[in-house]
């Protein structure tokens, strides 16, 4: 079964930046796709960024595209989440998850296991 521990979540202000890690269980890298989550209070759980292992198809939601970036080290079993320009709107609970069945990998009901999650609060 596969294991994610997110971590690297935390406070920071307006405009500011944060790296979230992921880091992942080896059978995770054998998976279709990988992923980054988030949930707001109140609102449905819904996909940052994801990508996949053999063709290396990256989704952004448009939320974020051009401040986020996900990335992965293969050698140290970690996927990232870079988060530049952040606006309190990107307040949320992140989750790292992968999936082992193909496609649909930008949608997170695909999703098969997950992390614990990671706080950030991005203040005003």
């Known amino acids: 079964q596969a294991q994610l521990v997110e971590s690297g979540g935390g406070l920071v202000q307006a405009g500011g930046s944060l790296r979230l890690s992921c880091a992942a269980s080896?059978?995770?890298?054998?998976?279709?796709?990988m992923g980054w989550f988030r949930q707001a209070p109140g609102k449905e759980r819904e996909t940052v960024a994801a990508?996949?292992?053999?063709?290396?198809?990256?989704y952004y939601s448009e939320s974020v595209k051009g401040g986020f970036t996900i990335s992965r080290d293969n050698a140290k079993n970690t996927v990232y989440l870079q988060m530049n320009s952040l606006k309190p709107e990107d307040t949320a609970v992140y989750y790292c998850?992968?999936?082992?069945?193909?496609?649909?990998?930008?949608?997170?009901?695909?999703?098969?296991?997950w992390g614990q999650g990671t706080q950030v609060t991005v203040s005003s």
């Open positions: 080896e059978r995770t890298f054998s998976s279709y796709a």
């Open positions: 990508f996949t292992w053999r063709a290396g198809s990256t």
């Open positions: 998850a992968c999936k082992y069945s193909s496609g649909s990998y930008f949608r997170a009901q695909a999703y098969d296991y």
